[in-house]
Structures are given as C-alpha cells and as structure tokens.
C-alpha cells in the first residue's frame, strides 16, 4: 500500500506555478491578483480563505480578502461581485461557500463573470467541463485528476466509483474522469444516498473516491483488493484532545481499509 501524499504535491505544485509567475513578471506582465469574498464568520470558511490568501503569497500572486458582514444582503453581495467583474486589476476571485442562509448561493454563481470564476462554479464552466473545453476547473475534483496522473495512476479503463453527487465535488470528478482524454477514459458510476446496495458497487471499485461526509462510512468489507481509494471527506468531530475541540474525520475507515488497498490517500488528523 502507498500513501498517496497530497500536501507534498501541492508544494510542488505551487513551486511550478512560482516558477511561471516569476518568468511572466520578469517578462513585464503584471503579477495575477485573486481577490475573494468572505461572508460571515464561519470557523471552517476563515481557514480555508487564509490558506488561499498564503497560497498566494507562495506562489507570486496578489490577494485580496474582502470581508463582510453575517448581516450582508444579496443586494450587497451581488454590488460586490459585480465591482469584481468589472475591476480590470482582478484576475479572478471567490466568494467562499456556504453563505449565510438569507443569501440564495445559486444567484451568486450566475453573477460572477465565467472568465474570472476560478473556482469554475458557474454553468458555463460547467458545461465546458462536461464538454472537454477549456475552462476554470473546480479545485477538488481536479485536484483528485492531478493526484492521480502525477502518482502515475492508470485510469484508462478503470472502473471509478464516486460515493457523494454534490456540485462541487462529486458530479464534477465523475464527469472529468469520464472524458476522453489520457488523464481520464475511466468507466464512471456516480453513487448517491438513494442508490440501493451500495457496498455493491464500491466493491467492484478500481477507483474508489469517497466524498459523503460521513466519518468513516466506507469499510475494508466495501473495498475490492488493490483498489485506488481517495477520501475527500473533512467533516469535524468533537475531539477533547485537540486545542481546537475536534479533528478532522475522513469518510473511509483508513486502519482496516488502508491494507487492502494498492493507494489510498492519508486520514485527516488535522
Ligand atoms: P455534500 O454536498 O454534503 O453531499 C454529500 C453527498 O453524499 C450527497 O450527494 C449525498 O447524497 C451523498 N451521501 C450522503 N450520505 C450518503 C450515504 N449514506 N450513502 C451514499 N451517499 C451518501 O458533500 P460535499 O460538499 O461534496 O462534501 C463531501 C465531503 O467532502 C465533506 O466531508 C466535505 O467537507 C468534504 N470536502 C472536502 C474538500 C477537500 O478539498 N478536501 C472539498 C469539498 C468538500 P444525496 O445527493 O442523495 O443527498
């Protein structure tokens, strides 16, 4: 079994992408600036927005974090975005999810400006996405793509099961792992909470990407031998060891599945 190392590819990553900002700023183009918006206080958004704020600083870009209230109208928000889509100085920006709930996140997407949706949200990413066009790619899923090539993992052929069909993580990884493309060509089965008899499905998995989050639902009895498991949950549970209160929990049971697996991505501690 290998660990599939995900903090050590996105060093690497991040040293590529310094690499080219540093050639295209001593070519005299400006440094990319990525702005974002932060509604409320949310414990997990606050982390999340810091680390893309760092992530920044790494790799040469400009930042910008625009805090706003819990109190923020969708009036408000959308006047925000729209200044975004019209600043020639912003290359890109987010508004982190999830939005307090008087602000519907669905009017949110479509009024971002597609060519500045980094986080490829917006339908016409999508559907370019689905299309094999070029595009903003949402960050998770296409993380999971890269982690896979660059660990030299075939796909061609292989039999994916993702267990999890939101918008942001499930349906947008199925589908890319679907294309026809040699970091692709996978045979995909998107699962969800009414498909019946799931463990039947996971277990006929090559590739087996968990993004429920449910703690530790998926076990060694739901996993083929020599499977590829990536677990994308991070769900919080309280944990009185930890300064924090609680830990991050992964969707697989990593001690009793981990052996049986030929790569499997490492349980969240954090
Ligand atoms: P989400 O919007 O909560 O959707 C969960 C999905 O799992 C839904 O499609 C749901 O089915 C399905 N599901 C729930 N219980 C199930 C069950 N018992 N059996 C089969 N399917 C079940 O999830 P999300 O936003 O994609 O997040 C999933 C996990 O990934 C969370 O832990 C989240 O924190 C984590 N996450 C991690 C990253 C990262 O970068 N590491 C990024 C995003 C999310 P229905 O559609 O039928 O309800």
Request: glycine share 6%; aromatic share 6%.
């Amino acid at each position: 079994m290998q660990l599939l190392d995900g903090k050590a590819l996105a060093t690497q990553i991040k040293t590529e992408i310094a690499a080219e900002v540093a050639r295209m700023v001593a070519n005299g183009a400006p440094k990319p600036h990525l702005a974002a918006i932060l509604v409320g206080n949310d414990s997990a958004s606050e982390t999340y927005v810091a680390h893309k704020v760092k992530a920044c600083q790494e790799v040469g870009f400009d930042s910008t974090l625009i805090r706003l209230s819990e109190q923020t109208t969708e009036a408000e928000l959308l006047d925000y975005i729209a200044q975004l889509n019209n600043d020639p100085q912003i290359d890109g920006f987010i508004v982190q999810l999830p939005l307090p709930p008087a602000i519907n996140p669905d009017n949110v997407t479509l009024a971002i400006d597609y060519r500045k949706d980094v986080d490829g949200f917006h339908p016409v990413n999508v559907g370019r996405m689905v299309q094999g066009l070029p595009c903003f790619l949402p960050a998770t899923p296409f993380g999971i793509v890269e982690l896979l090539r660059r660990n030299q993992i075939e796909t061609a052929g292989k039999h994916c099961v993702v267990v999890g069909r939101s918008n942001i993580v499930g349906k947008p990884v199925s589908m890319m792992l679907a294309q026809n493309s040699p970091t692709a060509n996978c045979t995909v089965t998107l699962c969800h909470s009414r498909t019946r008899n799931l463990a039947a499905y996971t277990r006929q998995a090559d590739i087996l990407i968990a993004a429920l989050g449910k703690p530790e639902f998926v076990t060694a009895d739901m996993v083929k031998q020599g499977a590829v498991i990536i677990d994308v949950g991070t769900t919080r549970v309280p944990d009185p060891s930890k300064k924090s209160g609680y830990r991050l929990a992964g969707d697989v049971k990593f001690d009793e599945v981990a052996p049986l697996c030929s790569y499997i991505t490492p349980y969240q501690v954090a």
